[in-house]
């Protein structure tokens, strides 16, 4: 079965600073997409950024980029120049291209410290 | 806008009292689900749809309902409520072919049960 573990419960970095969120995840496809959901204090599931198995490309939002490493199944989620906005719970998440269920992680609760 | 629209946003209610979340999005979305999210365990999927009348369970389905008689809308009933469905709930929905792109999630309903 597929899973994904987000290792991090609580992370806190400083405002302007950079952080990396780290997720990992359980597979035998090879044809599967991956995505970093924010769910700030209102609690509204946010897309942050997605990614594509079979593109080697890091994909990229503004300040937030991924580290996709397919052969390790690890996908981390960076995010550059930290504001206060983006205090908020990230969720990891996983879906198989064959199926229709997306797999979340357990989330890691992330503190921007002023 | 396109949105999903969860109701209510909180509701507090007794053990044992039939109660029922409403979902509905205006995107004509064929694929809608339903998670829970706990402390510590992330989103676990209850119920999904992929279109009118065709529904199957999550991970997590014991004690819970679903219907699918329109494609707009998509409730979770629960008929006898009891204090370990105490939760945080979201309904979420794609398109077919969209849920690559991840899904649009409604603003959650925090439900107690006493």
């Known amino acids: 079965a597929q899973t994904v573990t987000q290792s991090q419960p609580e992370m806190s970095v400083q405002e302007a600073e950079t952080v990396t969120l780290s997720c990992t995840y359980d597979?035998?496809?090879?044809?599967?997409?991956l995505f970093w959901y924010k769910q700030p204090p209102s609690r509204q599931m946010i897309l942050v950024i997605r990614q594509e198995a079979y593109k080697q490309q890091n994909a990229t939002e503004n300040r937030f980029s991924v580290n996709f490493q397919k052969a390790a199944k690890s996908f981390s989620l960076k995010i550059s120049d930290s504001q206060l906005g983006d205090a908020a719970m990230y969720f990891c998440a996983y879906l198989m291209n064959r199926d229709d269920k997306i797999i979340f992680g357990k989330g890691t609760r992330l503190h921007i410290l002023p | 806008e396109a949105q999903v629209t969860q109701n209510p946003r909180y509701l507090i209610t007794v053990t044992g009292k039939k109660l029922t979340v409403t979902c509905s999005q205006n995107?004509?979305?064929?694929?809608m689900s339903w998670y829970r999210q706990d402390p510590g365990l992330g989103l676990r999927q209850i119920y999904y749809s992929m279109n009118v009348e065709v529904t199957d369970k999550g991970d997590v389905p014991e004690g819970y309902k679903v219907s699918r008689k329109e494609k707009r809308n998509f409730p979770l009933i629960l008929e006898s409520p009891s204090p370990n469905q105490t939760s945080l709930y979201f309904c979420?929905?794609?398109?077919?072919?969209?849920?690559?792109?991840?899904?649009?999630f409604g603003s959650g309903t925090r439900l107690t049960v006493v």
């Open positions: 597979t035998s496809e090879s044809d599967y997409y």
């Open positions: 979420a929905s794609s398109s077919a072919r969209g849920r690559v792109y991840g899904y649009t």
């Open positions: 995107m004509n979305h064929e694929y």
